[in-house]
């Protein structure tokens, strides 16, 4: 599996943007970017993902770099409903690893009243 | 809410025991795959199906097995358990098995949490 690497925490204030890093050097031409989150107690959501370009959804827009060694999750207006663990994950897809996601360590988002 | 349902939510039981754990896809995606979570490993891929068969395995002990009923609905059997097996266990599911596989989004229900004692 190609690797991702994410800070292990950020701090953010409410209602400012967040920009959370992922590096991943090695990822192939085919890989797709994922983006889940884990609130508190809960299963893991989904976020974003992307390709090449840049996507915006309702919650979040995803930047990735032109080389796509890097990319970073872009929440417009945290609020503290967005404290919690993201992960950045390279889809990895293949015949004996089907389709499922490799989770990373992620990185804590601590929002700040 | 997902439409992932998982049952139990919260299960105790003592080590040697087996217990059977229970998920329910959405309605309509033909993929299962089951996590393990504890607080020292993280989010650990267990195994997928897809429409019944086994698709891919990731660290599933030998005393760990799954199965995907023609329902779809999936078990996750742990048997002979240990201290260690204690965790969140949770089942995704997705549409596609390996075509588009890349670009899906995986659905996650709230787990089933495992205490042994």
């Known amino acids: 599996d190609a690797k991702t690497t994410q800070p292990n925490s950020m701090e953010s204030n409410e209602e400012e943007p967040v920009h959370l890093p992922c590096n991943h050097s090695t990822i192939s031409g085919t890989d797709y970017i994922h983006w889940y989150r884990q609130l508190p107690s809960q299963g893991p959501e989904y976020v974003i993902h992307?390709?090449?370009s840049n996507v915006n959804n309702r919650m979040a827009s995803l930047a990735i770099a032109e080389d796509r060694k890097s990319s970073t999750l872009i929440l417009h207006r945290a609020t503290l409903r967005d404290a919690a663990v993201y992960y950045c994950i390279l889809r990895d897809v293949g015949e004996t690893s089907g389709s499922r996601l490799t989770f990373g360590e992620g990185t804590q988002l601590t929002v700040n009243p | 809410d997902s439409g992932v349902t998982q049952t139990p939510k919260h299960l105790i039981t003592a080590t040697g025991q087996r217990v059977t754990l229970r998920c329910s896809p959405r309605s309509g995606d033909l993929s299962v795959y089951w996590y393990q979570q504890s607080l020292d490993q993280g989010l650990q891929f267990l195994i997928q199906y897809y429409n019944g068969e086994e698709r891919a395995k990731g660290n599933i002990l030998e005393r760990f097995s799954a199965q995907q009923f023609p329902d779809l609905h999936s078990e996750l059997n742990l048997s002979s358990l240990e201290l260690g097996d204690s965790a969140l266990y949770f089942c995704?599911?997705?549409?596609?098995?390996?075509?588009?596989?890349?670009?899906?989004?995986?659905?996650f229900g709230e787990g089933s949490r495992l205490t042994v004692l």
């Open positions: 992307g390709l090449t």
């Open positions: 995704a599911s997705s549409v596609e098995g390996l075509a588009g596989g890349r670009t899906g989004e995986l659905f």
